[in-house]
């Protein structure tokens, strides 16, 4: 399809952030996959991978790309990853596939972040995705009433327990104007582990492609 078309050029041009030499940060997603997928003709010329979920540790490694644990690893240099959202300020909404604690951690931890998505994704205001927020089990309705005070309709994500072993609200009817102050109230939550808006580190670079060409966006 077009979008398939314009995942697999994003992610294609990525490659030429990637330092030789380098152990490359890794996301989580079909965007990514693509990635992955091209990461592997230069298997040769890079270290390995740091991975933000099972699922790409486990495309990762049937491709032969070692991946080590980012605690045996220092700094990273390039993190490469989709976003379900993204607007101009290069913020993000992240965590339709729930891999969205592992992939801040590891974005966290690395210097330069490359988004690369299509155009479907680019957007003026953030919020038209439901925005993911992971949440210890226990902590669940309570949260979910907290978010409701903030404004937001948050949906248990039914039957999903993601790599951490925690629980996903996906919330609704968000028109977030001020990603980075809604980020600071969500993390507040007492039992909110992580939230899906990527704002106060948001991407560096984004690669966005229609299918045909791709624009790179940088902050
Ligand atoms: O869950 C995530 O954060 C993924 O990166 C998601 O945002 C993008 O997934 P896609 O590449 O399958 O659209």
């Not at 049937?62 to 240099?77: C, H, R, S, T």
């Not at 109230?185 to 039992?191: A, E, H, V, Y």
Request: glycine share 10%; with cysteine; net charge negative.
């Amino acid at each position: 399809s077009q979008q398939d078309q314009a995942k697999r050029l994003a992610a294609e041009a990525a490659i030429e952030f990637v330092p030789p030499r380098s152990i490359v940060g890794v996301g989580t997603g079909s965007t990514v996959n693509y990635f992955i997928d091209a990461l592997a003709a230069l298997k040769h010329d890079i270290e390995g991978a740091v991975s933000s979920s099972e699922a790409s540790t486990a495309r990762l490694k049937k491709l032969g790309i070692p991946v080590y644990d980012l605690n045996g690893v220092g700094e990273i240099a390039v993190y490469v990853d989709g976003a379900d959202e993204i607007n101009p300020h290069l913020q993000m909404i992240k965590g339709g596939g729930g891999a969205l604690t592992r992939e801040k951690i590891v974005a966290a931890v690395s210097k330069t972040f490359v988004c690369i998505a299509d155009d479907s994704k680019w957007v003026d205001v953030l919020g038209e995705f439901p925005l993911p927020v992971e949440v210890i089990p226990m902590a669940r309705s309570y949260a979910a009433r907290q978010i409701v005070a903030l404004g937001g309709d948050p949906v248990y994500r039914e039957g999903v327990t993601t790599d951490n072993g925690n629980v996903i609200l996906d919330v609704y009817n968000l028109h977030i104007e001020k990603p980075i102050d809604l980020e600071e109230k969500l993390n507040q939550i007492t039992g909110v582990v992580t939230n899906g808006l990527f704002a106060k580190r948001g991407a560096d670079i984004a690669l966005i492609s229609d299918g045909h060409d791709v624009k790179k966006h940088t902050r």
